[in-house]
């Protein structure tokens, strides 16, 4: 064999090979790996998103924020330092959350519970897990939270085993328009309408730090005619068997006010009931439920029914809402967010209507890196949409974090994912468990650094006003505060 014959004809093809790419590179994509609408099984482009793009394209948010110094309200006798719109937190609003922190650290009384909603970011209860670890490690509290019926991401999910019979039927607002009864806060419904077979959920507790065990189980269900719906399920060597009562918007009942490691729940004659989930929490504390969908913008949250929110929030009481999106808003052609800024502003509205009185925090983008002539940086939507996120939140009057920076900002998910051991798999998008708990910890750090301004504010504030008698009129000088 003349080898030497074969070895120059490879290295002349080689050769024009490389000769062509050069001659033809300028007629090739700017993106080699371009990120199509709809390229990833993870995302679902929910209508209400589209609708949103087709009524705001090409309209342009005139720009009156960002030379703008965000100053506050007093709240409780409490005013945080004005800030500017680049180093925007917001903590102002976090005052009531912050209270009722305080409350629980200085005289262990009442609890904390967060709603956390999220995209394919905190699938599995990543982020979730590590941030409510870090809550529970520093002021008490058992348990996992608020736990689907069934979830795409049980199988992933580390913080509690989470097994399903294959017939549950489900409905999701990232799906379905117009569900046949309101959507759960976990913007989903379930039914249990296999009358053949049995539908089951089981869960079980794993060796997850302050959630080892499933404390007092409660099933949430809501409104039906069907009076004859009931669930059987095993508790050491007893079988129990309870009805189940759907008279309101939203009605629980507790399985057992004991911790159990594991419980399996068989459901009977449950159809038509919407089934929404079981919480798990001792009452102590704080308890952050995951609501996590993949592929969700964070538009649907403005499908929430209001009463039955209302109903929801009359059971499980929460103080603090947070919301992180963006993975699924970053590809759409488009640098201009105006349409996203404006219809958040709108969802966190919603929000207010649904959960009175409760504190929004919103958690920006991550950074995604996106390959440009070979080269893998930053994509150029990332930055354009963490400012509309953090635009709607001052209007909103919500707190933020942005995430973008606090990983460290331009080219910071190259870093993630090079690392050893690396803390981002190599989509260049979503974290792995080390990313997730460290983007946990930035969350939290924070959250409790505006915390502790809290009660260093709260010493400064004015003590009650003494009542002063003029006349038969008793004036109050000033709002009266507890200490």
């Known amino acids: 064999m003349n080898t030497s014959k074969y070895f120059f004809q490879t290295l002349i093809v080689v050769i024009v090979s490389g000769l062509s790419f050069l001659a033809f590179k300028t007629f090739l994509p700017k993106k080699l790996f371009t990120d199509s609408k709809l390229d990833s099984k993870n995302v ?11 009524e705001d394209e090409g309209k342009v948010v005139e720009d009156t924020l960002s030379k703008t110094i965000i100053d506050f309200k007093i709240a409780n006798g409490i005013k945080f330092p004005p800030e500017t719109f680049e180093e925007y937190k917001g903590n102002q609003y976090l005052v009531s959350f912050f209270e009722k922190l305080f409350q629980l650290e200085t005289k262990k009384e009442g609890n904390v519970r967060i709603a956390y909603f999220g995209d394919s970011m905190t699938d599995g209860d990543l982020i979730v897990k590590d941030f409510r670890t870090y809550l529970q490690e520093k002021f008490g509290g058992q348990g996992v939270g608020f736990v689907n019926i069934t979830s795409e991401s049980a199988a992933s999910r580390s913080s509690l085993t989470h097994e399903f019979s294959g017939n549950w039927k489900t409905q999701s607002y990232l799906k379905v328009k117009n569900p046949s009864h309101p959507f759960g806060v976990n913007g989903h419904v379930f039914y249990a309408n296999d009358t053949a077979n049995i539908v089951w959920v089981k869960y079980k507790a794993n060796k997850t730090r302050f959630a080892s065990e ?11 005619a069907n009076k004859e719906g009931k669930i059987n399920y095993i508790i050491g060597s007893d079988t129990i068997s309870k009805k189940l009562a759907p008279n309101g918007l939203v009605n629980t009942l507790v399985l057992s006010e004991n911790n159990l490691k594991n419980i399996k729940v068989n459901f009977k004659k449950a159809d ?22 993949r592929g969700n913008s964070g538009l649907p949250i403005g499908s929430f029914d209001i009463a039955t929110m209302r109903a929801f ?17 970053l590809n759409y052609g488009s640098l201009n967010y105006g ?6 502003a709108k969802v966190v509205a919603h929000l207010k209507e649904c959960f009175p009185g409760v504190a929004i925090l919103i958690v920006s983008t991550a950074d995604k890196s996106t390959k440009y002539d070979s080269e893998m940086k930053t994509d150029s939507a990332v930055v354009p949409l963490n400012t509309a996120q953090k635009r709607y939140a001052i209007k909103s009057e ?10 460290g900002g331009d080219g910071s998910m190259i ?6 051991p690396s803390k981002a798999n190599k989509d260049y998008t979503h974290f792995n468990h080390r990313g997730a708990k460290e983007a946990a910890n930035l969350i939290f750090t924070q959250l409790n650094q505006g915390y502790e301004m809290y009660k260093e504010l709260r010493k400064k504030r004015k003590k009650a006003a003494v009542p002063v008698k003029k006349d038969s009129v008793i004036t109050n000088k000033d709002s009266v505060y507890e200490d």
């Open 339 to 344: 349409w996203y800024e404006k219809r958040m």
């Open 272 to 293: 038509s009931i919407p089934i929404y989930g079981f919480n798990f929490d001792d009452g102590k504390g704080v308890h952050v439920d995951n609501f996590s969908n």
């Open 313 to 329: 929030h009359s059971k499980l009481d929460y103080d603090l809402i947070v919301l992180q999106y963006g993975a699924n808003v």
């Open 214 to 224: 499933l404390p007092r189980p409660t099933l949430f269900y809501g409104n039906s």
């Open 415 to 420: 870093q993630w994912v090079e690392k050893e």
């Open 44 to 54: 679902v482009v929910d209508s209400l998103l589209l609708e949103a793009i087709a």
């Open 398 to 407: 919500s707190s933020f974090v942005n995430m973008f920076t606090l990983m």
